[in-house]
């Protein structure tokens, strides 16, 4: 027994080296491709500049005016602590929907060409891109925080609730910047790109529960805002950034929802990936 038991103890501790060491390369090359993403911010600033206009005008135009209407918001919740929350889900959304379009870019100037020939799996490259969608959605965070403070939201600055926030941005920026980069797998042309970009954001953001609960809904739209994304993470982001925050359908879910979709994601775009430098 000692005998046919000695030679299988260094074969599994050989088959056990070698799957660290595969997962080991597999961050790497994914942290790799989520690190030279995330350089391009710092050859472009203004970008985060212009991305911040849009949450402002949302909060202190829309948010200031329909806070004088009462019972939009669910229970004693004051309208701009509601807002603020499904604000801070659109700027990371809007961020994330048009992420595809860099690589139409990388396609046009071959540079997906180099990425494909990488020894990088394609799941790898398609991950690195998810993660640094996630870290300029952190930054449009920063943004609608600092603004939401001035405003008088009551924002819960505990460290473990903003870790939840931030978990939330990356896990729904991550989600809707591998469906951009599915679009742009079919479309392959800028034009045709920004064309679905936009026609897509907007019933994505209206058919949630960004700006107004699902209890004012229509039957037909409260059941496509069930199979939303974007309604969970609005509802995980509401829970964790203000103090009265309550989840409707509880954290566990909604991180669940989002893990699942954004794997099912992930999984059809790494196959398209590849076949987008041909």
């Not at 992420?99 to 139409?104: E, L, R, T």
């Not at 679905?196 to 907007?202: A, R, S």
Request: with cysteine.
């Amino acid at each position: 027994m000692a005998k046919s038991g000695g030679p299988a103890g260094p074969s599994a501790i050989m088959v056990e080296r070698t799957f660290r060491s595969r997962i080991a390369d597999y961050v790497t090359q994914t942290w790799a491709v989520a690190a030279a993403e995330v350089q391009k911010l710092y050859h472009d600033p203004l970008e985060l500049f212009t991305r911040a206009v849009q949450p402002v005008l949302w909060l202190m135009l829309f948010g200031e005016v329909m806070a004088r209407v009462r019972g939009v918001a669910p229970g004693n919740l004051p309208y701009l602590d509601y807002l603020a929350a499904g604000i801070l889900a659109q700027s990371a959304l809007f961020v994330a929907i048009f992420y595809g379009i860099s690589a139409i870019w990388e396609h046009d100037l071959g540079v997906l060409q180099r990425y494909l020939a990488s020894p990088a799996p394609r799941s790898a490259l398609v991950l690195g891109k998810a993660i640094s969608a996630g870290v300029r959605a952190l930054s449009q965070a920063l943004i609608v925080y600092i603004l939401a403070l001035l405003l008088g939201v009551a924002i819960n600055l505990n460290p473990l609730n903003i870790a939840g926030v931030a978990a939330a941005i990356v896990l729904g920026s991550g989600l809707f910047s591998t469906l951009s980069l599915i679009i742009a797998c079919v479309v392959k042309t800028r034009e045709r790109f920004m064309g679905i970009g936009q026609v897509l954001t907007m019933p994505i953001f209206f058919a949630s529960n960004a700006i107004y609960p699902l209890s004012l809904m229509p039957p037909w739209l409260n059941v496509v805002s069930h199979v939303n994304p974007l309604t969970y993470e609005v509802d995980a982001l509401r829970a964790l950034m203000l103090t009265r925050g309550v989840s409707d359908y509880g954290l566990m879910l909604d991180f669940g929802v989002m893990a699942a979709a954004t794997a099912v994601l992930v999984a059809v775009a790494a196959k398209m990936y590849g076949r987008m430098g041909y």
